[in-house]
Nanobody
Framework: QVQLVESGGGLVQPGGSLRLSCAAS????????MAWYRQAPGKQRELVAS???????NYGDSVKGRFTISRDNAKNTVYLQMNSLKPEDTAVYYC????????????WGKGTLVTVSS
């Protein structure tokens, strides 16, 4: 059973930065695909960024050029560096783990709230 614990959310002013972390346990982190999703009130959950075991990254159009996803396999942790934050980035951010084993089972963290407001 994989467990994911997100941290780093909070209140930030527009134009500011935050770094989210997601620590994974219980799986083979190094072969997993990791991703960050977000869900704003009244909206569907959307992909923010993903990173494969090989380090290939993918970003949602709304965050390209502002957010950076990275991973540290030695620490079983994935990060999301968020710069130039906008009020529309306000959401609960969820960490997602997709197993690199044949099951391709997916796991979710409980989420961390990011609020961008002056």
């Amino acid at each position: 059973q994989v467990q994911l614990v997100e941290s780093g959310g909070g209140l930030v002013q527009p134009g500011g930065s935050l770094r989210l972390s997601c620590a994974a346990s219980g799986g083979i982190f190094s072969i997993s695909t990791m991703a960050w999703y977000r869900q704003a009130p009244g909206k569907q959950r959307e992909l923010v960024a993903s990173i494969t075991a090989g380090g290939d990254t993918n970003y949602g159009d709304s965050v390209k050029g502002r957010f950076t996803i990275s991973r540290d396999n030695a620490k079983n942790t994935v990060y999301l560096q968020m710069n130039s934050l906008k009020p529309e980035d306000t959401a609960v951010y969820y960490c997602n783990y997709v197993s690199g084993l044949s099951s391709r089972r997916s796991y979710w963290g409980k989420g961390t709230l990011v609020t961008v407001s002056s």
